[in-house]
T-cell receptor, first 113, second 114 residues
Framework: GNSVTQMEGPVTLSEEAFLTINCTYTATGYPSLFWYVQYPGEGLQLLLKATKADDKGSNKGFEATYRKETTSFHLEKGSVQVSDSAVYFCAFISNFGNEKLTFGTGTRLTIIP | EPEVTQTPSHQVTQMGQEVILRCVPISNHLYFYWYRQILGQKVEFLVSFYNNEISEKSEIFDDQFSVERPDGSNFTLKIRSTKLEDSAMYFC????????????FGDGTRLSIL
């Protein structure tokens, strides 16, 4: 069935380090892919999205590329900041008309100064 | 920027009691959702709602759960007889229903069943 496999956390990095959080998906059809972020005490916010193969989503220095051949959507950032500390969720919508989001387990990221 | 708002932020209820979680979606959105997140686990889909009826529900959404859009602005989730395992963060979301326009989430209601 549909599922998202996401890098296990927690992940702890020093400020200005390079970040990768791996995400792979199993879905029918041609899913749209998302990364959501949950800052402490807050709800889920959309970080970035990609709706077709080879699209690159980007926001706030984060990037992820839709790789259909490897069914992956890995999140990257070149230089993390303390303010990036949050839980990151990879998610997808399987196809138009089946609009529910399927989420990964989330990866808790902590950035230390 | 328009927001999805949820009330209350925290609800504590005795097991067996009914609870209603409230949400005000973004005003021009047509699709509404409830998700839940048990502490330390992933966010799980409960139900989607469109055109005044449920369009999809998960196996979690059993007879104890119901949703309603009573007045054109609020969207509620009712749990009739709460169980300990219903303790979770419940998120409301709304969207326009196309896959390139994502769902917008509220800050959630933390439900604690005693």
């Amino acid at each position: 069935g549909n599922s998202v496999t996401q890098m296990e956390g927690p992940v702890t990095l020093s400020e200005e380090a390079f970040l990768t959080i791996n995400c792979t998906y199993t879905a029918t059809g041609y899913p749209s892919l998302f990364w959501y972020v949950q800052y402490p005490g807050e709800g889920l916010q959309l970080l970035l999205k990609a709706t077709k193969a080879d699209d690159k989503g980007s926001n706030k220095g984060f990037e992820a590329t839709y790789r259909k051949e490897t069914t992956s959507f890995h999140l990257e950032k070149g230089s993390v900041q303390v303010s990036d500390s949050a839980v990151y969720f990879c998610a997808f919508i399987s196809n138009f008309g089946n609009e529910k989001l399927t989420f990964g387990t989330g990866t808790r990221l902590t950035i230390i100064p | 920027e328009p927001e999805v708002t949820q009330t209350p932020s925290h609800q504590v209820t005795q097991m067996g009691q009914e609870v209603i979680l409230r949400c005000v979606p973004i005003s021009n959105h047509l699709y509404f959702y409830w998700y839940r997140q048990i502490l330390g686990q992933k966010v799980e889909f409960l139900v989607s709602f469109y055109n005044n009826e449920i369009s999809e529900k998960s196996e979690i959404f059993d007879d104890q759960f119901s949703v309603e859009r009573p007045d054109g602005s609020n969207f509620t989730l009712k749990i009739r007889s709460t169980k300990l395992e219903d303790s979770a963060m419940y998120f409301c979301a709304s969207g326009v229903g196309t896959d390139n326009q994502p769902q917008h989430f509220g800050d959630g209601t933390r439900l604690s069943i005693l």
